[in-house]
Structure formats: C-alpha cells, structure tokens
C-alpha cells in the first residue's frame, strides 16, 4: 500500500503540473511497483486517473481554461473507440501489450521534446470562434486515435491529446491543458467501463492510489503557472525513455509478470 500512495502522488503531480502525461506511468507503476497483473492494472489505471483527473481540472474551470464542446465532441468520439481498444487488448498477449506500451512510450517521449508550434487554426480563430466545418472532422478523428488507445493500453492520453489540441485544432497551451483533463475523464471512464467485466478491481489499492493522485495534482495545479513548463516536460520525457526500457527489460527477462 505505501507504493500506491507513493506512485499513486508522482502520478497526481504530474497530472496536475502538464495536464497529461502522468498517465502514461500508472501501468508499468501498477504492474512493477504494487505488483498487479496487467489485466487488473488497465481498468485500475483508468479509475485513477479518470478521477485524479477530474480533481485536476477544478481550478482551471475557474480561470475558464475549458473548451467544453471541443472536449464534447473529442470526448465522444473517443469514448467510442475505447471500446474498440479494449476489445483488441483482450486478443492479445500481455507481454505484446506491454511492448506495444513501452513503444508507445518512446513515441510519446519523443513528442514531448519538441518544441510546440504556432497556436491558432479551426477550432481557435483569431476572433474568438470555431470553424467547426474544420474543426469538427479534426476532432472526431484526433478523438477516435486517442480512445482506440485508451481502451488498448488503459492510458487517460493526455500526452498525446495535448500535442493534438495545439498542433491539430489550435488551440493555446492553457486552454489545451484544461481541455485536456477534461477529454481524459470521459476517455478514462469509457475505457474503464469497457475492462470492467476482465477482472476484479482491487478498490482498496485502487483508492489509495487514487487519494494519493488527486492530492498530488491538485497540490500541483497549484504552482503549475509558476514552474517552467518546457524544461518538466523534457525531464518527464527523460523519465518516460528510462520506464519504457524498463518495460521492456522486465517483458523480456520475466515474461509472467505480464
């Protein structure tokens, strides 16, 4: 239990300082770190950080950092697809999951270490308005990957539905975060629905991993204005690169721990 409260804290605090991100470490820290099975780990990750999530968002609800229909429409068609996700998860090998998952890692580790582009486009014209005729099909579709993957690895996405809402939709990095959090709620809750019935859920680890989490992020919406954005999300970047080589590593040399 004092692992889950530990890891279940970095989770929380990296939630709540990038918007994302700290998802993509509940897996392997509830596979290598508390010691579930995969198959228990995935619904377990989404039930933290769909609510870790939800507890991160409240203060930027009040500095009015939400797109609410943009999140809408991505949340929908993600939620969707978590379905899908989850449906091809069982098909497969734990150990080729968590492969795919360290992979997925590298990729997302990657994306973190550029430098983000220019803001604006559809979803954030100049004026203050959405060309829905464009942002909607962009939307649907970013929503749909990023579900797909929700339901496969049991991840809330946010590393990859951030670059998606400045890159693709336009949107500036505040708004981006905020609406972020909020598309990982609806993704988190579909994908936990979708595992649900593949085992039972520890609630009591569960919850306090949860406690834990939520703490930690909004101790960390906090100061997350004040703390330079660019150079935590190298570090969480390095950090990502090493657990996926540990995924790996571990995969390989002890193949029943998936």
């Known amino acids: 239990m004092i692992a889950a ?3 279940g804290a970095v989770i929380g605090v990296l939630l709540g300082l990038l918007g994302g991100g700290g998802s993509i470490l509940a897996v392997p820290a509830l596979v290598y770190g ?20 939800a507890a991160a968002v409240l203060p930027r609800l009040r500095a009015g950092q939400v797109r609410w229909r943009i999140a809408a429409v991505f949340g929908a068609a993600g939620a969707v697809s978590a379905f899908a996700g989850a449906a091809v998860n069982r098909l497969l090998d734990p150990r080729i999951v968590l492969i795919g998952f360290a992979v997925m890692m590298v990729a997302a580790g ?33 929503g749909v990957a990023v579900g797909f993957l929700t339901g496969l690895f049991g991840v809330g996405g946010g590393f990859l539905i951030i670059p998606a809402l400045v890159l693709l939709l336009g949107l500036p990095m505040t708004a981006a975060v905020g609406t972020s959090l909020v598309i990982i709620v609806i993704n988190s809750v579909a994908g936990f629905v979708a595992h649900a019935g593949d085992t039972t859920v520890d609630y009591r680890i569960a919850a306090g991993f949860t406690a834990a989490a939520i703490i930690g992020s ?8 004040r703390l330079p954005a660019d150079r935590l999300r190298r570090w969480f970047a390095y950090v990502v690169f090493v657990i996926a080589a540990f995924v790996v590593t571990q995969t390989l040399l002890h193949p029943a721990a998936g």
């Not at 099975?37 to 999530?53: D, E, F, H, N």
């Not at 973190?112 to 579709?141: F, H, I, Q, T, Y």
């Open 34 to 53: 508390v010691g579930l099975p995969l198959r228990a780990a995935v619904p377990t990750s989404l039930l933290v950080v769909g609510l870790s999530s």
């Open 110 to 142: 990657t994306r973190m270490l550029r430098r983000p582009g220019g803001e604006g486009g559809d979803c954030a014209l100049p004026s203050g308005g959405v060309n829905w005729r464009g942002c909607l099909p962009k939307s649907v579709g970013a």
């Open 218 to 225: 909004l101790a960390a919406a906090r100061v997350a204005t």
């Open 5 to 7: 409260l530990g890891l």
